[in-house]
């Protein structure tokens, strides 16, 4: 079944591999395979890697064994041009092997990785911004092949351009199911003493079906435009399979052959763990040197983050990581709370995970859809981002809750987000709020450019005013003209106030209407507003 799934993605999402071509496109993957004779499929005894390099600048990459005689060695070309590569192996039959290829200009599509932009924020690779709408299926990739289709095909109609994934198999109350193919070779299966069964991995010996299988969803999400913000630990095994209870030496193997295998693909972002302060054994220390690891393993320097459980804040500051990964809903909740944490790190804040959408009796899974997009808007009018997830449960764990297996969205938040993102798009950069200590409901995202929230609160009227402060942007000037829009943020409707409104001198560091004209607003929650200068 699960070299059917492989094929399935393949066809269905062309993948984007050169396989020693003499052309690729710039961010696109180039890889050199080799052949050696490995009768006993060891993982350890070869060494290879490659130096890929132009005039200007060079990346030593990791070469890895994929089975069945097969090396292999990925590349991701940032430039144009002509490039060159030349082998490093401890076997002759894999040293010094040379050779040269063009990178072409990407295709439309092809934007390249996502980086971190003006300290708080995220863009591609050529630039275009990138604002992170997030979900979550923690396990989906290891559930059954159609529920895999059917998970990709809702994402294709979603609008989310991220989704938190796991690469371990995840043993939850309402996550039981067993994979069909796991990342060790398994070496034998043991009874304890109360006859239940044990699964004793081979930890030499990596599964390359598994890791292939991996490959072949990361390529099908890139093709919907989704980043694969992937799980590398987490605590949710409870000694079922014990892949959570890994040596240090395992462990840092186990990144090395993930990264040498997946640092080509322009999608990936590294998430250290789903709350690591709940993996047992394991120190502060020893995540420092798993996320320092990652980071010399990856010769591209994709997004690393780690996520603790509800308030569990790590050191964002250490250089490993590129922004903040956090739990905790409290932040959103609140007028004034979700951007403070910008000001801590000075780094991009992701609200990862604010409770979800659904009806569990645990409390972070029983947001209702409106709540859920609310706390989404406020992180977003913070200049921060918050990550979606739905957890509805009808029958019993063997439903396909969406936050756990993906499958197809039962709640309704999901199509407010979208319409959340194509608002935050449209406009000319990152939202911030325009005067951060003092005005929690006014965005800025420019010279002239603003969203006002209003949240629960509901009021037929809202006298028009702004803060004299916009950020960095400069300070408004007494005549400036502004258009207004209503924004049904439930509904996602929005309609044009016909008037034209036009600012007075500044009165306690704001400026209103030089005719104190006021904008009628539906007596209803959930309202924004777009103001735009004329």
Known sequence: ?????????????????????????????????????????????????????????????????????????????????????????????????????????????????????????????DGKRYYPF?????????????????????????????????????????VKEEPEIYPYVLREVKKDSEGKELKIWDFDRFN?????????????????????????????????????????????????YLTARLAAYRNIWWSMANEYDYVANRTVAQWDLLAKTVVESDPYRHLCSIHGSTAAYYDYWKPEFTHASIQDEAPVMYWGGATILRNVYHKPILYDEVGYEGNLKNRWGRHS?????YLVWMGVIAGTYVTHGESYVFKDHTDTIFWAKGGTFKGTSWKRIAFIRKLVEEGPGPLELADISRDHRTS????????????????????????SKNAGYGKLKPGTRFKVEIIDTWEM??????????????????????NLKRVRLPFKPYIALRITEI
């Open 444 to 467: 800025t995202a420019g010279k002239g450019y603003y969203l006002i929230y209003f949240g629960k609160e509901m009021t037929d009227s809202w006298q028009f005013n702004l803060p």
């Open 369 to 373: 859809p409106e709540e859920m997009t």
């Open 208 to 256: 390359p079906e598994f890791f292939q299988r991996l490959e072949a969803q990361i390529e099908a999400l890139d093709q919907l435009g989704i980043e694969a913000d992937l799980i590398l630990f987490h605590p949710y095994d409870k000694g079922r399979w014990g892949f959570d209870a890994m040596t240090e030496e395992v462990n840092v193997r186990y990144i090395k």
């Open 134 to 174: 997030g979900t979550t299926a923690y396990a989906w990739n290891h559930m059954g092949a159609e529920l895999q289709k059917a998970t990709l095909n809702s994402l294709k109609n979603a609008g989310f351009n991220k989704i938190r994934m796991c690469v371990f198999p995840k043993n939850y109350d309402l």
């Open 1 to 125: 079944m699960h070299c059917l799934l492989i094929v399935f993605l393949g066809t269905l999402f062309s993948l984007n591999i050169a396989r020693a071509q003499q052309k690729i496109e710039r961010w696109s993957r180039f890889e050199l395979v080799f052949t050696h004779s490995n009768p006993k499929e060891s993982f350890n005894d070869v060494q290879l890697s490659a130096r890929f390099y132009n005039k200007d600048t060079s990346f030593v990459v990791a070469g890895f064994y994929d089975g069945k005689n097969q090396y292999k060695i990925r590349f991701m070309p940032n430039e144009t041009g002509s490039w060159s590569y030349a082998t490093s192996s401890n076997v002759s039959a894999l040293n010094k092997k040379r050779g040269n290829f063009e990178v072409i200009a990407p295709g439309s599509h092809n934007h390249g990785m996502v980086k971190v932009s003006d300290t708080y924020n995220f863009s591609y690779a």
């Open 493 to 514: 409707t929005i309609q044009a106030v016909p008037q034209i409104f036009e600012i007075s001198d500044l009165n306690d560091y704001r400026h209103y209407d030089k």
